[in-house]
């Protein structure tokens, strides 16, 4: 086992089928391997609380995806609530609409109402670099910043949100330098994968395959 990688790697369960059993050994995983967090969705932070509260593991989840639609007000109030149920930290997708549109002024302040909601628990911005063009991807990540996100990502890892490339995490690297950090996810399953996004600036990983990135095979078949 890796554990010095294992320290990078977010394991997530987001499926919208995912069972109580499944998320029970899930939890279970997360304390074997001793991973950075383990990211569930919100219907689920109760157990997760229960079972991870008190450990080294930082208990995530993550709000408005695969569609980014829901109004600012209501991302903010969830996440309060959320916070109250044990999330330690929050990935969000801001509305893409708004950015392809050129709104940059109501995509910032998405954003900015989210993080102000948060009080000073970290929130991670879901880009959706797969839906972007590289002149979005730049504007995207530098509106983040503006907007006080405490880590850029460049996908959620569903939909048309795209996979994690060496050259999508340079480039928040590059943003983020200083004021925020990089988050790599969307379809990492290898120990080389992983270790080609952290050489190229993420500090934090996304993934379900955890356990086989970490694991003795190194290849890890779930998709984020």
């Known amino acids: 086992m890796s554990d010095s ?8 369960l987001v499926r ?12 279970h995983e997360c304390l074997q391997y001793q991973f950075q967090g383990a990211m569930v969705s919100p219907l689920w932070l109760k157990l997760v609380n229960e079972r991870l509260a008190g450990t080294p593991v930082m208990i995530c989840t993550a709000l408005g995806y695969p569609m980014g639609g829901m109004s600012a007000l209501a991302k903010a109030f969830e996440v309060r609530d959320v916070i109250a149920r044990g999330a330690r930290q929050i990935d969000f ?13 109501e995509y910032r302040r998405d954003i900015e109402t989210v993080v102000q909601a948060a009080d000073g628990v970290p929130i991670k911005v879901m880009l959706e670099f797969g839906m972007l063009t590289d002149v979005e991807k730049r504007t995207a990540a530098e509106l983040a910043i503006e907007a006080g996100a405490t880590y850029l990502k460049n996908s959620s890892g569903w939909g048309q949100g795209g996979r994690a490339t060496v050259p999508d995490i340079e480039l928040l690297h590059e943003v983020a330098r200083g004021p925020a950090k990089a988050k790599a996810s969307g379809g990492i399953r290898t120990h080389e994968q992983a270790l080609a996004l952290l050489n190229a ?3 934090l990983l996304g993934t379900s395959g955890g ?4 694991g003795s095979s190194g290849t890890a078949r779930d998709q984020y």
């Open 211 to 214: 356990v086989g990135i970490v």
């Open 5 to 12: 990688l294992a320290q990078y790697i977010q394991q997530t």
């Open 16 to 27: 919208p089928d995912a069972t109580r059993t499944e998320i029970e050994q899930f939890c």
């Open 201 to 203: 600036g993420a500090e």
């Open 93 to 105: 997708m801001p509305p893409v609409g708004y950015l392809k549109s050129g709104m940059y002024d």
